[in-house]
């Protein structure tokens, strides 16, 4: 008995079964390329968001110092105006007792005048044109003597005769108390003529 062989020839069918897997491998590779190509640009913008992140960060802590820095500068200027307020209310209430610093200018011309200072009732310094080299230096002097600090509220009142001869130099002397609050900050004055 005669057999027949039969030959499977499968060299077609291994062609196309490379031809498949190369498919898959290419695919696979394009599809891996685009994951990659996308992560890339994902990172990228995660990297721009975080650049932007802590410029907001950064610029969020500058502003937040600026609000610091003025909420302590707020917070000295209502504790100088309650320490200032007690000290106003201090120095009124000894206005009001009488304890004022009076500066009374006798002046009869610009180089001859007597400035007699005086503290409620009792004279606390002289200064005249024969003695007289810095009048602002002077005036701080008896300012200091008397026992006045550079944080006191002084409340003092210059007085003057308009009918003086040589009056009209008040002004210098209006200045020079002008300097001394450079130093006494809260010195308070006013002027008062009390020619008849």
Same mark, same amino acid.
């Given at each position: *008995?005669?057999r027949? +062989?039969?030959?499977?020839?499968?060299?077609?069918?291994?062609?196309?079964? *490379?031809?498949?897997?190369?498919?898959?491998?290419?695919?696979?590779?394009?599809?891996?390329?685009?994951? #990659?190509? !996308?992560?890339?640009?994902?990172?990228?913008?995660?990297?721009?968001y975080?650049?932007?992140l802590?410029? $907001? /960060?950064?610029?969020?802590?500058?502003?937040?110092?600026?609000?610091?820095? !003025?909420? @302590?500068?707020? *917070?000295?200027?209502?504790?100088?105006?309650?320490?200032?307020?007690? $000290?106003?209310?201090?120095?009124? *209430?000894?206005?009001?007792?009488?304890?004022?610093?009076?500066?009374?200018?006798? %002046?009869e &011309? +610009?180089?001859?005048?007597?400035?007699?200072?005086?503290?409620?009732?009792? #004279?606390?310094?002289?200064?005249?044109?024969?003695?007289? &080299?810095?009048?602002?230096?002077?005036?701080?002097?008896?300012?200091?003597?008397?026992?006045?600090e550079? @944080? @006191?509220?002084? %409340?003092?009142?210059?007085?003057?005769?308009?009918?003086?001869?040589?009056?009209?130099?008040? /002004?210098?002397? !209006?200045?020079?108390? @002008?300097?001394? /609050? !450079?130093?006494?900050?809260?010195?308070?004055?006013?002027?008062?003529?009390?020619?008849?």
């Open positions: *008995m005669k027949n +062989r039969i030959f499977l020839d499968f060299t077609s069918l291994l062609d196309i079964t *490379m031809i498949i897997l190369f498919w898959f491998l290419i695919n696979f590779k394009n599809t891996a390329d685009a994951i #990659k190509n !996308e992560a890339a640009e994902q990172t990228a913008q995660a990297q721009v975080a650049a932007e802590e410029e $907001d /960060r950064k610029a969020f802590e500058l502003e937040k110092e600026e609000w610091r820095r !003025e909420a @302590d500068n707020e *917070m000295e200027k209502i504790r100088e105006a309650d320490k200032n307020a007690a $000290d106003n209310a201090q120095a009124l *209430m000894n206005f009001q007792n009488g304890s004022v610093l009076t500066i009374k200018l006798d %002046i &011309s +610009r180089k001859n005048w007597i400035i007699t200072i005086g503290n409620g009732n009792s #004279k606390i310094g002289e200064i005249s044109s024969d003695n007289s &080299s810095d009048l602002t230096a002077e005036l701080t002097e008896i300012l200091n003597t008397a026992g006045f550079s @944080d @006191d509220v002084i %409340i003092g009142v210059l007085m003057y005769d308009s009918s003086d001869t040589g009056s009209y130099y008040k /002004r210098d002397f !209006e200045n020079s108390i @002008d300097e001394v /609050r !450079e130093e006494y900050k809260q010195f308070y004055c006013s002027s008062i003529n009390i020619s008849r």
